[in-house]
């Protein structure tokens, strides 16, 4: 590569990595209060967020690059445009076509970049979280096992332990089942373990009592048993064997989905063809992004102004397909046939930048193109 090109292409990595790190960071605060609030206040430990918070960082990286290569290349153009090393560079013969071609590297690198993370850590990541979920709601003793609080794991459940040894024996537990209204059943023992079974886990009651209530007939029975067993893995629910989501899926199963795989994530083979097509149409954005900022900024020439209008035409345009990604994207989950919608956005913002290109290098009939336009 040229030097120019080598130092624009570095300057835009610079960038991108910083604007990366920065974005990248908002976004998954956002995400890791949200994991906060459902796996501390559900009894989890600091260690099961820190890994939730890990394996959402694939997917937020994938969707945070093609922005931060976009906001690089506008910055890093601007800049040179600024302190009129542009300027310079095109003096020497340099057309915006041969200007654009570490841009066009850049772009390369960043839509690879999102390639691999959507065709390979992201599901890799979103399967391991699934398997982790499915763990901690089938174990409740982070649930359960607080000792000295009154915890209500479901609705009309009450649980309260005194003491838990360091062997894992409940003592003194106090036990309410509310859930019919027409009979509360509330249970205390001065031991008590929590088994692992096949079934479910269960609570294994000793030296205790059980105590009936008939809401109707105001009767009170008591009864006194030496062991006792009760299912609590009732209580949070059926936990159903869900089959494996969408995003889970290696791109070749999205594209040829079979009848087993449709049963098994309860998912129409158009949400099957929008998920693959997605991971494909994505890095192409991730590639048209910064090529649009950049032919974007070259439309004005050098200006002591700046080039403000120039930016917010290329952030309007890269809103603008976007938003018509978007609608692709929801049409194809409605008719699989659809499926070409999904590359609509991203070839027509590498067609506007090609034509931004072509316009700034030929300057008179952009200025004729504005004077047919309309004040």
């Not at 076509?97 to 990541?125: E, K, M, Q, Y």
């Not at 099957?272 to 900022?293: D, Q, T, Y």
């Amino acid at each position: 590569m040229a030097t120019f090109d080598r130092y624009f292409l570095s300057q835009l990595m610079v960038l991108f990595g910083l604007f990366s790190l920065i974005l990248v960071m908002i976004y998954w605060i956002n995400r890791a209060v949200l994991l906060f609030d459902q796996l501390i206040a559900d009894g989890q430990s600091a260690l099961v967020f820190l890994e939730f918070t890990a394996l959402t960082l694939p997917n937020v990286i994938r969707l945070v690059l093609p922005v931060s290569a976009f906001v690089a290349a506008i910055y890093a153009c601007n800049r040179l445009s600024t302190e009129s090393e542009l300027v310079v560079v095109q003096s020497t013969g340099f057309s915006n076509f041969r200007l654009a071609r570490p841009v066009l590297v850049f772009g390369l690198i960043v839509a690879l970049l999102v390639s691999l993370l959507g065709h390979f850590l992201v599901p890799l990541a979103a399967s391991r979280m699934a398997d982790r979920r499915s763990e901690i709601a089938e174990n409740i003793a982070g649930r359960f096992l607080v000792e000295g609080r009154f915890l209500h794991p479901a609705p009309g459940i009450t649980f309260y332990i005194r003491e838990i040894s360091p062997e894992g024996e409940l003592k003194n537990i106090f036990f309410s089942d509310a859930r019919n209204p027409q009979l509360t059943t509330t249970y205390t023992a001065q031991r008590a373990l929590l088994l692992r079974e096949e079934g479910g886990p269960r609570l294994l009651m000793f030296n205790g009592m059980a105590q009936t209530l008939e809401a109707g007939s105001r009767r009170l029975f008591v009864t006194r048993f030496g062991d006792f067993t009760f299912d609590i893995g009732a209580l949070i629910g059926p936990q159903p064997t869900a089959g494996r989501n969408v995003s889970e899926l290696a791109t070749g199963k999205l594209l040829f989905p079979t009848p087993e795989l449709l049963r098994e994530t309860r998912a129409s083979e158009a949400a099957f063809l929008a998920k693959a097509h997605e991971r494909f149409s994505l890095p192409l954005f991730a590639l048209m992004a910064p090529l649009l900022g950049f032919a974007a900024l070259l439309l004005g020439g050098f200006s002591r102004f700046g080039v403000w209008r120039q930016i917010m035409l290329a952030v309007a345009i890269v809103i603008l397909l976007k938003s018509l990604d978007n609608a692709a994207m929801g049409a194809i989950r409605q008719n699989a046939r659809l499926w070409p919608l999904a590359y609509a956005a991203p070839l027509l913002g590498l067609a506007s930048a090609g034509a931004f290109l072509f316009l700034g290098q030929n300057p008179a009939l952009l200025r004729h193109l504005r004077r047919r336009v309309p004040a």
